[in-house]
């Protein structure tokens, strides 16, 4: 579509030439609505050491002086739990913090690669670069600038943290047990695709048994955000879904909760 400037427009509205058609608006109905999002409540998962969970305190609930019903509340919750943006900050130094985050990292082209097979044989099973290769294979070269989540079936446990997390001890997290991107994988996706973030389905970008949290550790040096507590992956295809996952703005934080969607083409 060519463009038109000032002076066209001007000509235009004058009775000479016609400015260019719009492009039609996004229509929804053309998508099916996916929410990735776990409710936030009493029951959200969050990192065993996080000294808090959610907190939700009524406010008011009922009808006012004047007659009319009134309905408010305060919360209260680490940055780090239920479904999140983590921010590259969160792992670097000079990293992005949670309100800079570019909107193109958040909204964009998703690449679903599942390893729901191999994770169900494995609870600390790690993505490799040949799974990003495989799905290549399939699907084509994963393009830049797409959000690349992965699908490990994990989402299916929530909100039993045993289940999910591997273990139920609060305060240590030196026992879980869950599966997610391999290092290799990461620098695959990061370095040399040029992904705009990484999601998954667990508690974490990098699996439970990480020590080094080697993968958080090199998307936030590319200023690559993590979405993590994903859910309803398997709602998705291999490509062609559009990603939105906007993270509350928390003004230098380190993530963030979020409600995060996808639109699939019906």
Not at 138 to 158: D, E, F, V
Request: proline share 8%.
């Amino acid at each position: 579509m060519r463009t038109i400037g000032i002076a066209g427009l001007a000509l235009a509205l004058l009775g000479g030439e016609k400015p260019a058609p719009r492009p039609p608006l996004l229509d929804p109905a053309r998508f099916e609505l996916v929410d990735l999002t776990h409710p936030l409540n009493a029951e959200t998962v969050f990192w065993p050491t996080s000294p808090i969970g959610f907190e939700l305190k009524r406010l008011a609930h009922g009808k006012t002086e004047a007659g009319f019903f009134y309905a408010a509340n305060t919360f209260c919750m680490a940055e780090h739990g239920g479904t999140h943006l983590d921010a590259p900050f969160h792992f670097f130094e000079t990293g992005e913090t949670a309100d800079r985050v570019p909107l193109k990292r958040l909204v964009a082209a998703a690449v679903v690669l599942d390893v729901s097979a191999k994770a169900s044989k494995d609870p600390d099973y790690r993505a490799t670069a040949q799974d990003v290769r495989d799905f290549e294979t399939r699907n084509g070269r994963i393009p830049a600038g797409a959000i690349a989540l992965l699908r490990t079936g994990w989402s299916a446990r929530w909100p039993d943290r045993k289940g999910y997390l591997g273990d139920d001890r609060k305060g240590d997290a030196s026992n879980l047990h869950f599966p997610s991107f391999s290092e290799e994988a990461a620098r695959l996706l990061v370095k040399e695709r040029k992904v705009a973030a990484l999601g998954v389905d667990t508690a974490s970008v990098d699996f439970g048994q990480s020590r080094d949290f080697a993968v958080h550790r090199l998307a936030a040096s590319f200023n690559v955000p993590g979405f993590e507590n994903l859910e309803n992956l398997d709602r998705l295809p291999p490509t062609g879904a559009l990603v939105i996952a906007l993270p509350i703005k928390i003004e230098g934080g380190t993530g963030g909760p979020m409600r995060a969607i996808a639109l699939v083409p019906k």
